[in-house]
């Protein structure tokens, strides 16, 4: 089994900075990627940005050159710097654990834009 913490959502207002982390813990041998997804209210789950097992990263075109995610992998853990962030960037935003067999996925993080 794998548990997911995510931490660092919150309230900011336009062009301000967030940065998300999500620890991984269990049997987390042989992941494939990590990543982030964000839902919005009556939206669809999408993939905000995931960096692959060597290193490779992936990036939605409204978040990219504002948004960087990278991982540690001594400490089991992916970050998601998000800058100059807008209102449409509201969401919760949910970390996922690709493995060959399955995903597994975090409670979510409030992370809402707002003046």
């Known amino acids: 089994q794998v548990q997911l913490v995510e931490s660092g959502g919150g309230l900011v207002q336009p062009g301000g900075s967030l940065r998300l982390s999500c620890v991984a813990s269990?049997?987390?041998?042989?992941?494939?990627?990590m990543g982030w997804y964000r839902q919005a209210p009556g939206k669809q789950r999408e993939l905000v940005a995931a960096?692959?097992?060597?290193?490779?990263?992936n990036y939605a075109s409204s978040v990219k050159g504002r948004f960087t995610i990278s991982r540690d992998n001594a400490k089991n853990t992916v970050y998601l710097q998000m800058d100059s962030l807008k209102p449409d960037d509201t969401a919760v935003y949910y970390c996922?654990?690709?493995?060959?067999?399955?995903?597994?996925w975090g409670q979510g993080t409030q992370v809402t834009v707002s003046s």
């Open positions: 269990g049997s987390i041998s042989g992941i494939n990627a």
């Open positions: 996922n654990v690709e493995f060959p067999w399955r995903n597994y």
């Open positions: 960096v692959l097992g060597g290193g490779s990263t």
